[in-house]
């Protein structure tokens, strides 16, 4: 029986291209343990691999986590996207400001 955590899981490692092996080693867990994500109604995983696996898929934990679908993926991926650019060096968020200044003129 699988989980709505499970289906999101399996559904973005598949679009990323990752193999269970390759997501495994990406997160520091074994090819079972994300088989067993994806497959099984599982006993609550930690937190640390949530988050690695969240990290790793380009979506928040929320994202993942939420069972009424509340958090669109998209909305999920923005949040991703915006703590990676909170942690950029100031001159790279610079040319990101300009990139999409160009965007918008167009």
Not at 59 to 82: N, P, R, S
């Amino acid at each position: 029986m699988t989980t709505a955590l499970g289906e999101k899981i399996q559904k973005l490692r598949k679009e990323k291209g990752l193999t269970l092996d390759k997501l495994a080693e990406l997160t520091g867990s074994s090819k079972s343990y994300i088989w067993e994500l994806e497959n099984k109604n599982p006993p609550r995983p930690s937190a640390e691999k949530i988050s690695k696996i969240a990290t790793q898929l380009g979506v928040t934990i929320d994202y993942l986590l939420d069972e009424k679908q509340e958090v669109t993926e998209a909305d999920a991926m923005d949040e991703m996207f915006f703590r990676k650019y909170q942690r950029m060096d100031p001159e790279v968020k610079d040319k990101i400001r300009k990139m999409v200044d160009l965007w918008e003129d167009e």
